[in-house]
């Protein structure tokens, strides 16, 4: 059974930067797909970045491109997500997940294992 766990999410001011992890367990697959996503309050949940492992190949929503950079340590299957010049609107609970495939999922719902999610709010 996969397991994702998240963890990084904090209170930080705008202007400022987190990094998430996602330590990613019970996968045996060479080849798959772990994205990160956000929910915020009265919004749908949104893929804001996905990697595919074999590859590396990368994708960014437009909301964030340029400010998070998505990564990850091949010796421990962990993912990072490095946030940098936070808004507001960033404020989020923040998931990773694993795609039903090996091509990435631009939403959630290609997306078939969850972690728990990790609070980041952006507030002064």
């Known amino acids: 059974e996969v397991q994702l766990v998240e963890s990084g999410g904090a209170l930080v001011q705008p202007g400022g930067s987190l990094r998430l992890s996602c330590e990613v367990s019970?996968?045996?697959?060479?080849?798959?797909?772990i994205g990160w996503a956000r929910r915020a309050p009265g919004k749908e949940r949104e893929v804001v970045s996905s990697?595919?492992?074999?590859?590396?190949?990368?994708y960014y929503a437009d909301s964030v491109k340029g400010r998070f950079t998505i990564s990850r340590d091949s010796t421990k299957i962990t993912v990072y997500l490095q946030m940098n010049s936070l808004k507001p609107e960033d404020t989020a609970v923040y998931y990773c997940a694993k795609d039903v495939g090996s091509v990435i999922s631009l939403r959630a719902q290609g997306y078939d294992a969850w972690g728990q999610g990790t609070q980041v709010t952006v507030s002064s």
């Open positions: 019970g996968l045996y697959l060479d080849d798959y797909v």
């Open positions: 990697i595919k492992i074999s590859d590396n190949t990368v």
